[in-house]
């Protein structure tokens, strides 16, 4: 059997700090292949996993829950095929639905040798209420599922903060381990330990437990059909709810521009400008800047990070949102109208 680890998490809730941790503190005795999926077109995760020297699939432009559904059974499969590995670790795009991710698996072929061990939910404690509240069926969906659900930023949030979100959470998810140690203070093994469940059980019967019980939970569900089959959330799922390129956008874009960090700073700041550029949850990239030098830069609202990095083929500058008002992006960032 192939373990199968699914990491999910809104835009910017920490996914691939938390893979990071696991592949350089853990995983890299194992035989591990990772896939990941970004909603936008240029691939930034990737780049900063391969340091890790694992083997990475990547799928862009699209969410492996949705658009890309096909892809990804194709992808399993190859995966399977061409690797034979012990462990599979998806890292699905913010805006993916744990359940569709977890239907996907099933409908791979060989599917059978696969046993989903992992179903991590990452929570930044800080924005769970904004989230929740502004893209409740993406999100709660994320949490509804999932087996361990990681809060992260517990550092940053005041104990009645942490106590409020922990109830919210149980108020979606009764069963789930809900861990509340910042990471630094725990081992990859002993966080592998409390999200690893047994493996014993077939990755159908796993679905069945899992979707069956959930399903006439969700509201707006009158399809009528029998979901013993498994079947449910292809038929209602998009009968009365959205894919995710129907709510959120993408801006991105290739450029060789050199920028000043000052500069970098201050664009990244007036993102928060909601009337300007539209409600913009994520920023990614890599860019050049003075000196011969490279960033890569981090942007969740509230939350800028720039560090250094090393030289990449050019500049990419990653904007995920919604409502996004794309011809204001590239004024900012390109200097254009
Ligand atoms: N202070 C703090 N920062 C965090 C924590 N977790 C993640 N971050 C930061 O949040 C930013 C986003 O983290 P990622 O790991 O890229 O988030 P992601 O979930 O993979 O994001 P997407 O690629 O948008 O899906 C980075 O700058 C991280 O350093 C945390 O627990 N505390």
């Known amino acids: 059997m192939i373990k199968i680890g699914i990491v999910s998490g809104f835009l910017g ?4 700090t938390f893979i990071k941790k696991l592949l350089e503190e853990k995983l890299s005795e194992e ?10 077109q240029i691939g930034i995760d990737g780049t900063l996993l391969k340091k890790s020297g694992i083997e990475i699939k990547e799928l862009n432009s699209g969410c492996i829950c949705c658009t890309l559904v096909g892809d990804f059974e194709k992808t399993i499969q190859e995966v399977i095929e ?13 805006v993916g639905k744990l359940s569709e991710i977890i239907r996907a698996c099933q ?6 040798k696969l046993h989903i061990n992992m179903l991590i939910t990452v929570v930044d404690v800080l924005k769970l209420d904004n989230y929740l509240t502004n893209f409740g069926e993406f999100f709660e969906n994320q949490i509804k ?12 949030a005041s104990p009645q903060k942490l106590e409020q979100a922990i109830s919210t959470l149980r108020g979606l998810n009764g069963k789930a381990n809900i861990v509340t140690t910042p990471w630094e203070d725990l081992s990859a093994e002993k966080m ?11 990755l159908e019967s796993q679905l069945k437990e899992l979707l069956q019980q959930e399903i006439h939970r969700e509201e707006g569900c009158h399809c009528g059909h029998n979901h013993e089959d498994g079947h449910h959330h292809n038929c209602c799922a998009h009968e009365h709810h959205h894919d995710a390129d129907e709510v959120f956008a993408v801006w991105g874009t290739e450029t060789p521009r050199i920028f000043s960090v000052e500069e ?3 664009m990244l700041g007036s993102l928060e400008n909601g009337d300007t550029y539209g409600v913009i949850l994520r920023g990614k990239g890599f860019l050049q800047v003075e000196n011969g030098a490279w960033i890569q830069f981090d942007y969740v609202p509230g939350e800028i990070k720039i560090m250094e990095a090393s030289p990449d083929y050019t500049g990419r500058i990653c904007i995920i949102g919604s409502q996004l008002n794309t011809s204001a992006l590239e004024k ?6």
Not at 82 to 94: A, M, V
Not at 145 to 156: D, E, G, M, W
Not at 332 to 337: P, Q
Request: proline share 3%.
């Open 13 to 16: 809730a920490g996914k691939t």
């Open 31 to 40: 035989k591990v292949v990772l896939i990941e999926n970004e909603f936008g």
């Open 82 to 94: 061409g690797f034979d590995p012990e462990r599979i670790i998806i890292e699905p795009s913010g």
């Open 107 to 112: 409908a791979a072929k060989q599917s059978e």
């Open 145 to 156: 599922y999932a087996k361990t659900i990681l809060l992260s930023r517990t550092q940053k």
């Open 192 to 202: 592998l330990d409390i999200a690893q469940q047994d493996g014993s059980e077939s």
């Open 264 to 266: 970098l700073q201050r």
């Open 332 to 337: 900012l960032f390109l200097g254009r109208n």
